[in-house]
């Protein structure tokens, strides 16, 4: 079974600046998928970013960039240029692939972006 | 983008009601429909995968009795908290998989906006 483990309950940045959010995870899988999601206070789930495990290339997606180190099993979400509006719960979520389309949550990190 | 729309929003029963949710998929076929519950402060627990035309698959500890679903079209899913009690109050989501994607990397699930669910 995999797991997600994001070690950072809450977290906050100052508006326009950078922070970085961290995610590791477990798994014996070789090719598999990560993302990250944001959950703002309207609730909805929205994709920020995806990475596949066969890439090397870190994703980026605009303001948002990941650092995924396969070997360490480490995901971390780097946001750039915080605005207010990134205030949000952030989730790392994984997909062992193979035909499943599962995903394994980990608990979330409290972003809080502060004027 | 693709939308998925869940109603209603927010729920206060009574114990004992039964309480149906639906899930739409608005402008793609869902093959593959997911029902999450999530706890205040917690990550999101997968309680059920729905499949078009059969029977849903439960996790671990979910009691399919309890929660009904019911997945009868490509562009619909429900699920219906039987005889609800205090102790199933709880915000519950749901996601669709657009089954034009092959790949789940190129595009995993999208939610909906979720159910907050209160029973007294």
């Known amino acids: 079974a995999q797991t997600v483990t994001q070690s950072q309950p809450e977290m906050s940045v100052q508006e326009a600046e950078t922070v970085t959010l961290s995610c590791t995870y477990d798994t014996s899988e070789n090719n598999y998928y990560l993302f990250w999601y944001k959950q703002p206070p309207s609730r909805q789930m929205i994709l920020v970013i995806r990475?596949?495990?066969?890439?090397?290339q870190n994703a980026t997606e605009n303001r948002f960039s990941v650092n995924f180190q396969k070997a360490a099993k480490s995901f971390s979400l780097k946001i750039s240029d915080s605005p207010l509006g990134d205030t949000a719960m952030y989730f790392c979520a994984f997909n062992a692939g193979a035909g499943s389309y599962q995903l394994t949550f980990g608990k979330g990190t409290k972003l809080s972006v502060i004027p | 983008g693709a939308v998925v729309s869940q109603h209603p929003s927010r729920v206060i029963c009574k114990s004992g009601t039964s309480v149906k949710i639906e899930c739409r998929s608005l402008?793609?076929?869902?093959?593959?429909m997911f029902w999450y519950r999530q706890f205040p402060k917690k990550s999101l627990m997968l309680m059920a995968t729905s499949n078009e035309g059969s029977k849903a698959t439960y996790e671990q500890g979910v009691e399919k009795d309890k929660f009904l679903i019911n997945h009868a079209s490509l562009t619909l899913s429900t699920l219906t908290v039987t005889s609800a009690h205090p102790e199933d109050s709880s915000f519950y989501i749901c996601?669709?998989?657009?089954?034009?994607?092959?790949?789940?990397?190129?595009?995993?699930?999208?939610f909906g906006d979720g159910t907050r669910l209160s029973i007294l």
């Open positions: 990475q596949e495990a066969y890439k090397q």
């Open positions: 402008d793609f076929q869902a093959t593959t």
């Open positions: 996601s669709a998989r657009d089954a034009s994607r092959g790949n789940i990397g190129n595009q995993p699930q999208h």
